[in-house]
């Protein structure tokens, strides 16, 4: 009885919410490497969402609009905060989440972030565009239209991400 | 999992498996903001692009009308002049443009949220300007840019919003006293007091006013011209009922157009054109709003959308405050005007007084000045000629022509038009002289001389002129055979034309002059003696065509005027060719332009020669055309059968629009019973391969005046529009264009949205005649009859549904209601008693 009182939108808000916070998450802590920057992003993402309810109504446009959303939120608040800044707020943040929160994540879980937290360390048109492929479901063609390149070179950079990565993370594990 | 051993496809594959599970602290986050959102009723938009009821609640009462898209009028009435077509067009694009943009509130980082938010936002911030206590004082400064190409030849002008004396706004154009390669700046300072609503808007040049509009809290004032032409504040006092517009923005503001709310589909149009500084050194964001793919106008045919190709609005948008600092309008890729957003404040008083007294009004500019006294040809001059410049000889030629007006005794002009043979079928049915009949209130009034012929087929046309010099009376017959096809006159009292009568005969009508009237101020010019030859706004399109001689032997140079490529140009290359041109032949001896080429297709068209010009001691017709034999034949089978030219205008008949249609018309079997006069006016619709497009227009005795446009350009586009409709992309126009009625008879009834400009713009087609200022949300709507065709109808007012539905179930084709009354006349020609005024 009270999710058939609500109205349409709030249901078709939980259910994008519920659908897309997964993906969504994942890419804003691919572009910043941050946990919480990433969960702030959406948040925001979801509450710009809420006063444009309409969007709602046109599932196909939804989630590149989210996708396109978080990716320009997650930059933006890259760019407002230095690196060191970044830090100290996730070192901050951690330790008050340890606090809260004393269990700890499961190792798979913590693989994922760290493998994210690699992502974050690309440089920036290599992130995005392996970001954006990945956890975006953007197609070369679009992410070519994103970034004002052509599809060849998006390609090539999601090519070259993939391959940085493999190395990143290859040197992370060496003992 | 052994990074180092994982190849790029595992990576792939593993990293789309990544996601990252959010926490409870987000999922209660987000879900408490959306409870949040609930509580306070958020609806929207459930039924996002909703109805045109919708568009009512977005611009509740406030008789508010978009500006960015009168923009587009101007464009389309520029091109058109004041033709119905133009009107009908720009009213289309008005209504169809408006379909896609509406407006919500939203909030967001400046530097991030979209340029559509932020567009929403530039908005809201515009109207809570005028929400402050005490008087708002706003000074904008508006550039008119050097204009270059295609824009040389166009006058410089911005639709406007004045507000009228019912509180509802109607439409002014202001054109800017600029010259094309020149700059000019306006300053622009409105003051509106919150508490009463009185407003003060004043635009200058040099301190001198060349708009204004206020209210005083009982009268409206505006700066318009008097019977005469001359620019003056007019006042008039509010009507009963008059309210002050709910949006002061839509009126005063920088974003006007854009008070209410925008549609969500609008974001495809309007996009991010990056970072920008303002002149003040503030931080903005500009935000482009392009017109060009809005799915309405790209689903026109092809010539219309060309015009709207590489045009747009930059809104340049404050980052401390979200206000509009500078807006810029780019048409086909030109930068035409700026307006730039210099002081905001609240003031004790207005800058000015809200009656706007002591305003001082600037003079009209020298293009627009009353006509020098006409100077003969200066001596001297002729040893000149073959080197004089192309510039010195059209003002020669044209001060000549003008000489021929001054002095004593009576003016008599004879030429000859030869409507030559030509082989394109097109241009040959199709060729057609532009006339203008004096009306009763001193207004020309417009009339289109249809030449048909076919292929091959050679006619000629006789033009008389007979000018009082010292009374300003004056007589035009042209005729063919001896039969008089069109006539204007004035005797000193009253007016003369031809016009069918109601069996649809033609006959000489008089009509007392009104108050007002006053002789023709530029006699050379009314008369058309000169052609296009003193077009000083097509000063580049003149060219010199060398040296001739005339068939008497004497010398002569030609000047060639080619068709300076406008917007909307491709529309007429069916009719026109690709460069249609105009040779002017001016005589060395007295400099008189003898000879007017029309070459068109690469064919010539249309000759007139000037046969003799001199005094006479009495014109050859009577003032009151009293005995001029005039040709009645009728067009009866069709256009493609007739042969000889046909008079269509100033009033039509109905048997005339019956006749020469290639679609089926209607009008209303009976006038609506708050009219009393009805006219039908004939346009050729160059975009159609000159089919005839009809405005049937009804005077009303309330001012909710009636007139139905029909043509068959308005077939085609909207027959396209119903089949968009129909289609996947017809999900928006099909919640917003609304069937509101079907008739017994067949006919369905499409709302035009109120408020939007639609009526004005339909209504605007017949304004000279009406005499009457449409208003802003005069109601418009579409009909579709059971023919398929699709009349556009607008009332300067509103209608209720019983009118309405009265109205569409009187709607006939022109040829029943024919059947009515008593057959028309047959072909032949009659004599026309000294008709009495």
Same mark, same amino acid.
């Given at each position: 009885l009270g999710q058939d009182s609500k109205p349409a939108w709030r249901a078709a808000f939980d259910g994008a919410y519920e659908a897309h916070k997964g993906r969504l998450l994942t890419l804003g802590m691919a572009i910043t490497g941050d946990r919480s920057c990433a969960e702030d992003v959406v948040h925001d993402v979801f509450t710009t969402l809420l006063k444009e309810t309409w969007r709602l109504g046109n599932a196909s446009d939804l989630l590149p609009f989210l996708v396109v959303s978080v990716?320009?939120? %997650?930059? #933006?608040?890259? =760019?407002?905060?230095?690196?060191?800044?970044?830090? !100290?707020?996730?070192?901050?943040?951690?330790?008050?989440?340890? %606090?809260? #929160?004393?269990? =700890?994540?499961?190792?798979?879980?913590?693989?994922? !972030?760290?493998?994210?937290?690699q992502v974050s360390r690309l440089p920036e048109e290599l992130k995005e565009t392996l970001s954006l492929r990945t956890w975006g479901g953007r197609t070369f063609e679009e992410i070519a239209e994103i970034q004002q390149v052509t599809k060849s070179t998006a390609h090539a950079r999601f090519n070259q991400a993939l391959d940085q990565l493999r190395r990143g993370l290859a040197e992370e594990n060496r003992p | 999992m052994n990074m180092r051993e994982m190849n790029p496809s595992d990576l792939e594959e593993y990293l789309a498996r990544v996601r990252i599970t959010p926490s409870a602290e987000l999922d209660a986050s987000v879900r408490n903001a959306?409870?949040?959102?609930?509580?306070?009723?958020?609806?929207?938009?459930?039924e996002p692009d909703a109805t045109l009821s919708a568009i009512n609640r977005a611009f509740p009462q406030s008789g508010a009308k978009p500006r960015g898209l009168p923009r587009v009028q101007n464009l389309m009435r520029t091109i058109g002049g004041k033709s119905a077509l133009a009107a009908g067009l720009a009213g289309l694009?008005?209504?169809?443009?408006?379909?896609?943009?509406?407006?919500?509130?939203?909030?967001?980082?400046?530097?991030?949220m979209s340029a559509f938010s932020l567009f929403r936002q530039a908005c809201a911030a515009e109207e809570s300007l005028f929400a402050r206590e005490g008087i708002t004082s706003i000074f904008n400064e508006i550039i008119i840019k050097p204009r270059t190409g295609i824009f040389s030849s166009l006058p410089a002008s911005l639709p406007m919003n004045s507000l009228g004396t019912s509180g509802k706004f109607v439409f002014d154009m202001l054109s800017f006293p600029a010259k094309p390669g020149e700059p000019c700046t306006v300053e622009d300072r409105s003051w509106r007091d919150q508490a009463t609503g009185r407003f003060v808007r004043v635009m200058t040049i040099g301190g001198k006013a060349i708009y204004a509009n206020a209210f005083d809290g009982s009268a409206i004032y505006r700066l318009q011209p008097d019977a005469a032409g001359v620019m003056k504040i007019a006042e008039k006092p509010v009507a009963e009922g008059f309210h002050v517009p709910e949006s002061p923005a839509e009126l005063l503001g920088i974003t006007a157009g854009f008070a209410g709310k925008v549609n969500e589909s609008a974001e495809k149009y309007i996009s991010d054109a990056g970072p920008a500084v303002l002149p003040d050194g503030s931080a903005a964001r500009v935000?482009?709003?392009?017109?060009?793919?809005?799915?309405?106008?790209?689903?026109?045919?092809?010539?219309?959308?060309?015009?709207?190709?590489?045009?747009?609005?930059?809104?340049?948008?404050?980052?401390?405050?979200?206000?509009?600092?500078?807006?810029?309008?780019?048409?086909?890729?030109?930068?035409?005007?700026?307006?730039?957003r210099m002081a905001t404040r609240t003031v004790e008083v207005p800058g000015v007084p809200w009656n706007l007294s002591g305003v001082a009004v600037l003079p009209p500019q020298p293009s627009e000045a009353p006509p020098?006294?006409?100077?003969?040809?200066?001596?001297?001059?002729?040893?000149?000629?073959?080197?004089?410049?192309v510039s010195d000889l059209r003002r020669q030629a044209v001060a000549a022509a003008k000489s021929l007006f001054a002095g004593e005794g009576v003016l008599s002009l004879a030429s000859e038009t030869v409507v030559e043979p030509v082989k394109d079928a097109i241009l040959a049915k199709g060729r057609y002289m532009n006339m203008r009949s004096l009306g009763a209130s001193g207004k020309p009034e417009p009339a289109t001389l249809a030449l048909p012929a076919k292929p091959g087929e050679q006619y000629a046309l006789e033009s008389h002129i007979w000018y009082d010099r010292k009374t300003g009376r004056f007589a035009r017959v042209v005729t063919i055979g001896g039969e008089t096809i069109f006539a204007n006159a004035y005797d000193g009292s009253a007016v003369y034309a031809i016009e069918p009568d109601a069996q649809g005969v033609m006959r000489v009508v008089g009509r007392p002059v009104a108050p007002s009237f006053q002789p023709l101020k530029d006699p050379a010019d009314f008369l058309g003696v000169t052609g296009s030859l003193d077009e000083d706004r097509f000063e580049k399109s003149y060219s010199d065509a060398g040296p001739s001689a005339l068939p008497d032997g004497s010398p002569a140079r030609v000047v060639k005027l080619s068709t300076p490529e406008m917007p909307g140009m491709s529309m007429l290359r069916e009719v026109m060719g690709n460069s249609p041109y105009k040779l002017f032949?001016?005589?060395?001896?007295?400099?008189?332009?003898?000879?007017?080429?029309?070459?068109?297709k690469g064919e010539r068209a249309l000759v007139t020669r000037l046969k003799t010009a001199e005094t006479v001691a009495a014109p050859g017709v009577p003032w009151n055309l009293g005995g001029v034999k005039v040709r009645i034949a009728l067009p009866t089978t069709g256009e493609q059968q007739l042969a000889g030219p046909i008079l269509m205008g100033p009033s039509a008949s109905v048997q005339q629009m019956s006749a020469v249609s290639d679609y089926k018309t209607y009008l209303f079997a009976a006038d609506p019973p708050w009219t009393t006069e009805r006219r039908i006016m004939a346009l050729r619709d160059p975009t159609s391969a000159l089919s005839w497009m009809f405005v049937t227009a009804y005077r009303?005795?309330?001012?909710?005046?009636?007139?139905?446009?029909?043509?068959?350009?308005?077939?085609?586009?909207?027959?396209?529009?119903?089949?968009?409709?129909?289609?996947?992309?017809?999900?928006?126009?099909?919640?917003?264009?609304?069937?509101?009625?079907?008739s017994p008879s067949g006919f369905k009834v499409w709302s035009m949205m109120k408020g939007t400009g639609m009526g004005a713009m339909i209504l605007t087609a017949a304004r000279d005649w009406l005499n009457a200022e449409p208003l802003s949300d005069s109601a418009g709507y579409l009909v579709q009859t059971p023919a398929g065709t699709f009349p556009a109808l607008a009332v300067n007012g509103s209608l209720t549904d019983d009118e309405l539905h009265a109205l569409i179930d009187s709607l006939v084709p022109a040829k029943e209601y024919l059947k009515k009354p008593s057959a028309p006349a047959a072909a032949g020609s009659r004599e026309s008693s000294a008709p009495s005024p």
């Amino acid at each position: 009885l009270g999710q058939d009182s609500k109205p349409a939108w709030r249901a078709a808000f939980d259910g994008a919410y519920e659908a897309h916070k997964g993906r969504l998450l994942t890419l804003g802590m691919a572009i910043t490497g941050d946990r919480s920057c990433a969960e702030d992003v959406v948040h925001d993402v979801f509450t710009t969402l809420l006063k444009e309810t309409w969007r709602l109504g046109n599932a196909s446009d939804l989630l590149p609009f989210l996708v396109v959303s978080v990716r320009n939120g %997650a930059l #933006d608040l890259l =760019r407002r905060r230095s690196r060191r800044q970044a830090r !100290e707020i996730e070192h901050t943040e951690r330790l008050a989440s340890s %606090a809260a #929160d004393p269990p =700890r994540l499961s190792a798979q879980a913590e693989e994922m !972030e760290r493998v994210l937290q690699q992502v974050s360390r690309l440089p920036e048109e290599l992130k995005e565009t392996l970001s954006l492929r990945t956890w975006g479901g953007r197609t070369f063609e679009e992410i070519a239209e994103i970034q004002q390149v052509t599809k060849s070179t998006a390609h090539a950079r999601f090519n070259q991400a993939l391959d940085q990565l493999r190395r990143g993370l290859a040197e992370e594990n060496r003992p | 999992m052994n990074m180092r051993e994982m190849n790029p496809s595992d990576l792939e594959e593993y990293l789309a498996r990544v996601r990252i599970t959010p926490s409870a602290e987000l999922d209660a986050s987000v879900r408490n903001a959306a409870d949040e959102a609930e509580k306070m009723g958020e609806e929207a938009l459930t039924e996002p692009d909703a109805t045109l009821s919708a568009i009512n609640r977005a611009f509740p009462q406030s008789g508010a009308k978009p500006r960015g898209l009168p923009r587009v009028q101007n464009l389309m009435r520029t091109i058109g002049g004041k033709s119905a077509l133009a009107a009908g067009l720009a009213g289309l694009v008005v209504c169809g443009v408006l379909i896609w943009l509406r407006f919500h509130s939203a909030t967001g980082d400046f530097a991030t949220m979209s340029a559509f938010s932020l567009f929403r936002q530039a908005c809201a911030a515009e109207e809570s300007l005028f929400a402050r206590e005490g008087i708002t004082s706003i000074f904008n400064e508006i550039i008119i840019k050097p204009r270059t190409g295609i824009f040389s030849s166009l006058p410089a002008s911005l639709p406007m919003n004045s507000l009228g004396t019912s509180g509802k706004f109607v439409f002014d154009m202001l054109s800017f006293p600029a010259k094309p390669g020149e700059p000019c700046t306006v300053e622009d300072r409105s003051w509106r007091d919150q508490a009463t609503g009185r407003f003060v808007r004043v635009m200058t040049i040099g301190g001198k006013a060349i708009y204004a509009n206020a209210f005083d809290g009982s009268a409206i004032y505006r700066l318009q011209p008097d019977a005469a032409g001359v620019m003056k504040i007019a006042e008039k006092p509010v009507a009963e009922g008059f309210h002050v517009p709910e949006s002061p923005a839509e009126l005063l503001g920088i974003t006007a157009g854009f008070a209410g709310k925008v549609n969500e589909s609008a974001e495809k149009y309007i996009s991010d054109a990056g970072p920008a500084v303002l002149p003040d050194g503030s931080a903005a964001r500009v935000v482009k709003v392009t017109l060009a793919d809005v799915p309405t106008i790209s689903a026109m045919p092809e010539p219309i959308r060309e015009m709207f190709s590489d045009s747009y609005s930059l809104y340049t948008i404050r980052k401390s405050d979200n206000t509009v600092g500078q807006l810029e309008f780019v048409m086909k890729g030109q930068s035409l005007i700026m307006l730039r957003r210099m002081a905001t404040r609240t003031v004790e008083v207005p800058g000015v007084p809200w009656n706007l007294s002591g305003v001082a009004v600037l003079p009209p500019q020298p293009s627009e000045a009353p006509p020098a006294p006409p100077e003969a040809p200066q001596k001297g001059a002729k040893e000149e000629f073959e080197k004089m410049s192309v510039s010195d000889l059209r003002r020669q030629a044209v001060a000549a022509a003008k000489s021929l007006f001054a002095g004593e005794g009576v003016l008599s002009l004879a030429s000859e038009t030869v409507v030559e043979p030509v082989k394109d079928a097109i241009l040959a049915k199709g060729r057609y002289m532009n006339m203008r009949s004096l009306g009763a209130s001193g207004k020309p009034e417009p009339a289109t001389l249809a030449l048909p012929a076919k292929p091959g087929e050679q006619y000629a046309l006789e033009s008389h002129i007979w000018y009082d010099r010292k009374t300003g009376r004056f007589a035009r017959v042209v005729t063919i055979g001896g039969e008089t096809i069109f006539a204007n006159a004035y005797d000193g009292s009253a007016v003369y034309a031809i016009e069918p009568d109601a069996q649809g005969v033609m006959r000489v009508v008089g009509r007392p002059v009104a108050p007002s009237f006053q002789p023709l101020k530029d006699p050379a010019d009314f008369l058309g003696v000169t052609g296009s030859l003193d077009e000083d706004r097509f000063e580049k399109s003149y060219s010199d065509a060398g040296p001739s001689a005339l068939p008497d032997g004497s010398p002569a140079r030609v000047v060639k005027l080619s068709t300076p490529e406008m917007p909307g140009m491709s529309m007429l290359r069916e009719v026109m060719g690709n460069s249609p041109y105009k040779l002017f032949t001016i005589r060395k001896s007295d400099f008189a332009c003898v000879q007017i080429e029309n070459v068109m297709k690469g064919e010539r068209a249309l000759v007139t020669r000037l046969k003799t010009a001199e005094t006479v001691a009495a014109p050859g017709v009577p003032w009151n055309l009293g005995g001029v034999k005039v040709r009645i034949a009728l067009p009866t089978t069709g256009e493609q059968q007739l042969a000889g030219p046909i008079l269509m205008g100033p009033s039509a008949s109905v048997q005339q629009m019956s006749a020469v249609s290639d679609y089926k018309t209607y009008l209303f079997a009976a006038d609506p019973p708050w009219t009393t006069e009805r006219r039908i006016m004939a346009l050729r619709d160059p975009t159609s391969a000159l089919s005839w497009m009809f405005v049937t227009a009804y005077r009303a005795k309330d001012g909710r005046h009636v007139v139905l446009v029909q043509a068959a350009m308005y077939n085609k586009m909207f027959e396209q529009l119903m089949a968009t409709m129909a289609g996947p992309q017809g999900e928006g126009l099909k919640k917003n264009l609304k069937e509101i009625y079907a008739s017994p008879s067949g006919f369905k009834v499409w709302s035009m949205m109120k408020g939007t400009g639609m009526g004005a713009m339909i209504l605007t087609a017949a304004r000279d005649w009406l005499n009457a200022e449409p208003l802003s949300d005069s109601a418009g709507y579409l009909v579709q009859t059971p023919a398929g065709t699709f009349p556009a109808l607008a009332v300067n007012g509103s209608l209720t549904d019983d009118e309405l539905h009265a109205l569409i179930d009187s709607l006939v084709p022109a040829k029943e209601y024919l059947k009515k009354p008593s057959a028309p006349a047959a072909a032949g020609s009659r004599e026309s008693s000294a008709p009495s005024p």
